[in-house]
């Protein structure tokens, strides 16, 4: 049994039934005039949860923040429709247990147990509205529903790019012209320009001459320079996506016993017979 104090925690949550199928989600909580107890609750049904049905907590369990009811999800679907408009009126309320109860399933209500708006209205009214065979009366005449597909979008996370600066080193080779000191020897005879300094010295000697000999040597060093700045950014980028999915409409056949059967989806009906037009 759900009590009043999980009655916030209800809103919103994922409804499934007792085939273990996703129904939709609760949408409001109708709760117990005295006690405050949950009893009803909507559920959001169809696409981007358009339609809501009314489900009883009867025998349903709250865990995990998933609801689960004592009825199959296509019980729950076609439940009849009732304006969840914050309150319940007995007729409404019995109309529900008439559904769901099976004499088992549900305990009929003693006393409007919710709020009641529409109780001066009676049930014998309800009664003489129509003259449906199949379910609840109502008017005389059949509503004919279709699905309808609406497609939106949603931004949702792709993927992420980073940028990520790491060290490379590589072989870089460059020629650079280098000079040093070779010994020549230069022999000259001896000429009257030359022959005072040649004989300036002793007739016979040992003497040594020396000269520095030079070189120039490669030498690198190395600098750091920014050259670039890189940036990351996004753009967007608009592509058309082709989307597929079944809907499901109801049509209205014609069947007159007394004469012929004729079926009309155009417009046009066999021998003056109205036909359903969207």
Same mark, same amino acid.
């Given at each position: 049994?759900?009590?009043?104090?999980?009655?916030?925690?209800?809103?919103?949550? /994922?409804?499934?039934?007792? /085939?273990?199928?996703?129904?939709? $989600?609760?949408?409001?909580?109708?709760?117990? !005039?005295?006690?405050?107890?949950?009893?009803?609750?909507?559920?959001?049904?169809?696409?981007?949860?358009?339609?809501?049905?009314?489900?009883?907590?009867? @025998?349903?369990?709250?865990?995990?923040?998933?609801?689960?009811?004592?009825?199959?999800?296509? #019980? #729950?679907?076609?439940?009849?429709?009732? =304006?969840?408009?914050?309150?319940?009126?007995? *007729?409404?309320?019995?109309?529900?247990?008439?559904?769901?109860?099976?004499?088992?399933?549900?305990?009929?209500? %003693?006393?409007?147990?919710?709020?009641? %708006?529409?109780?001066?209205?009676?049930? @014998?009214?309800?009664?003489?509205?129509?003259?449906?065979?199949? !379910?609840?009366?109502?008017?005389?005449?059949?509503?004919?529903?279709? *699905?309808?597909?609406?497609?939106?979008?949603?931004?949702?996370?792709?993927?992420?790019?980073?940028?990520?600066? &790491?060290?490379? $080193?590589?072989? +870089?080779?460059?020629? +650079?012209? +280098?000079?040093?000191? *070779? #010994?020549?020897?230069?022999?000259?005879?001896?000429?009257?320009?030359?022959?005072?300094?040649?004989?300036?010295?002793?007739?016979?000697? *040992?003497?040594? &001459?020396?000269?520095?000999?030079?070189?120039?040597?490669?030498?690198?060093?190395?600098?750091?320079?920014?050259?670039?700045?890189?940036?990351?950014?996004?753009?967007?980028?608009?592509? %058309?996506?082709?989307?597929?999915?079944? +809907?499901?409409?109801?049509?209205?056949?014609?069947?007159?016993?007394?004469?012929?059967?004729?079926?009309?989806?155009?417009?046009?009906?066999?021998?003056? =017979?109205?036909? @359903?037009?969207?």
């Amino acid at each position: 049994m759900i009590d009043s104090s999980s009655s916030n925690d209800l809103v919103g949550a /994922d409804v499934y039934g007792s /085939d273990d199928s996703k129904i939709g $989600t609760v949408g409001q909580v109708y709760v117990d !005039g005295e006690t405050q107890a949950p009893t009803w609750v909507t559920v959001r049904t169809g696409l981007f949860g358009s339609s809501e049905s009314f489900a009883p907590l009867t @025998d349903a369990t709250f865990e995990g923040g998933a609801l689960r009811v004592a009825h199959d999800k296509a #019980v #729950v679907k076609d439940a009849p429709r009732i =304006a969840d408009d914050g309150e319940l009126s007995v *007729e409404e309320e019995q109309s529900l247990f008439a559904y769901y109860g099976n004499g088992d399933a549900v305990t009929a209500p %003693q006393e409007s147990p919710l709020y009641d %708006q529409d109780a001066d209205r009676g049930t @014998d009214a309800r009664r003489s509205e129509g003259h449906d065979t199949s !379910g609840p009366t109502t008017d005389d005449a059949m509503t004919r529903s279709e *699905e309808r597909l609406h497609v939106g979008t949603e931004q949702v996370e792709a993927g992420r790019a980073r940028l990520r600066k &790491h060290i490379v $080193t590589e072989q +870089v080779t460059r020629t +650079v012209p +280098v000079s040093h000191d *070779e #010994v020549t020897l230069t022999r000259e005879p001896i000429t009257d320009a030359n022959a005072a300094d040649a004989l300036s010295g002793p007739e016979l000697s *040992e003497e040594e &001459h020396e000269v520095v000999l030079t070189e120039e040597r490669v030498v690198t060093a190395k600098e750091t320079v920014p050259v670039e700045r890189v940036s990351l950014g996004t753009e967007a980028v608009t592509e %058309q996506r082709t989307v597929e999915a079944d +809907v499901s409409h109801e049509e209205i056949d014609l069947d007159d016993a007394s004469t012929r059967t004729g079926t009309a989806h155009d417009g046009t009906a066999p021998d003056g =017979a109205v036909a @359903d037009r969207d």
